[in-house]
């Protein structure tokens, strides 16, 4: 079965994670003004919105839809020194350890109420903070790692030589600031930056936690942040707006958007942005039974996907019956696709599309 993405809500404290992993979850977890509310990491199941699931879910008539999904763990606040275990800083790191992604919330807001650990709000001085406590807890796996291999190298271990001679660039990228997913590598290379399970290595977005105000308009302290690390990597949002949210009904929420000229909460946004940062795509399969969302990396094959759904499809697998969710649409129901000729018998080197519609035949 797939295993949902799991995504680590990061940054310092009072930055606005908890209120976030609230309105993400409703959870209720506690988002006190002070540091350290969240010790163990709290956990959320989130659905990934998709219109085009809840419109095959009204052709298919299935009894039930069962949506894709992100965990998202709200992390506890990291400090300055957390590498050295400030702040509890040690079990912190541990648990960005576990997670696939890093969403990192970023204060873009002035608040008298609601302290900084910095004693002022200056985004691009945070991301820099939380940036160096990743990239020295890197440099120290690294560190142990060059000991040992460096000791194999010394007694004739040519691939130790090799792994050596990556580790020293890779610990002088990491001693320039520059995180380990920007640090070029060939094949060979990426398998051992693969084993280290460093943590600049894991992708990040980072969250503009703005003022209600600033949700239109400039919003300098979020344009900051975008020029910083890149508008592509950055959504503005206000994490208290989108908690408030939750405590409307369906018709209330809406008209509030519109009058703050929204068409979607931003928590919407976020999820379908954290789904998408590891290059993920949704394909979908129905029955008798249910319509169903599934997760795989792009560019997978038709057989690693129908190993997403039963591990005997991958290693009995013959073929795939594949019709776009579009023609699928345009046609109305499988059958009448089939007669357009829309849906196609899809061989091992099928490389799923986002959006196909799989109907899997295999030896059991």
């Excluded at 969240?38 to 419109?55: M, Q, W």
């Excluded at 350890?97 to 004693?119: K, M, T, Y």
């Excluded at 440099?139 to 291999?149: F, G, N, P, Q």
């Amino acid at each position: 079965m797939s295993r949902a993405l799991r995504a680590g809500i990061v940054g310092l404290p009072n930055a606005g994670k908890s209120t976030l992993f609230n309105a993400l979850t409703a959870a209720g977890v506690p988002a006190e003004a002070y540091p350290f509310t969240t010790i163990d990491p709290n956990v959320g199941v989130v659905e990934v919105p998709d219109p085009r699931l809840d419109r095959l879910f009204e052709l298919v008539e299935a009894p039930r839809k069962v949506p894709a999904v992100v965990e998202f763990f709200d992390i506890a606040g990291l400090v300055e020194g957390a590498h050295a275990g400030e702040g509890l800083g040690n079990r912190f790191l541990a648990h960005i350890r576990e997670v696939e992604a890093l969403v990192h919330v970023v204060r873009c807001f002035e608040d008298p109420n609601i302290a900084h650990p910095e004693g002022s709000v200056d985004p691009v001085r945070d991301v820099e903070t939380v940036r160096t406590e990743l990239i020295l807890a890197d440099l120290d796996t690294v560190e142990k790692r060059v000991d040992r291999v460096e000791r194999m190298a010394r007694s004739g271990d040519r691939d130790a030589a090799r792994e050596a001679e990556f580790l020293g660039r890779l610990r002088e990228g990491l001693n320039a600031g520059t995180p380990a997913r920007e640090i070029e590598t060939g094949d060979e290379e990426s398998d051992i930056l693969a084993s280290l399970f460093l943590l600049t290595r894991k992708p990040a977005l980072h969250v503009a936690n703005v003022a209600e105000s600033d949700l239109a308009g400039d919003a300098p302290l979020a344009r900051e942040l975008a020029d910083a690390v890149g508008a592509d990597r950055v959504v503005r949002l206000c994490c208290r707006l989108e908690a408030e949210l939750l405590e409307l009904d369906p018709e209330e929420r809406a008209e509030f958007l519109r009058e703050l000229g929204l068409e979607r909460p931003g928590v919407e946004r976020l999820i379908r942005a954290t789904y998408s940062l590891l290059g993920l795509i949704t394909f979908f399969t129905f029955n008798e039974k249910e319509v169903r969302a599934w997760t795989i990396r792009r560019g997978t094959l038709a057989p690693g996907a129908a190993g997403v759904v039963h591990t005997d499809f991958e290693t009995g697998f013959i073929r795939a019956e594949t019709v776009s969710y579009e023609d699928f649409v345009r046609a109305g129901s499988l059958k009448d696709a089939r007669e357009e000729g829309w849906v196609r018998a899809e061989g091992r080197d099928h490389v799923v599309e986002d959006g196909d519609i799989l109907l899997f035949r295999a030896q059991t």
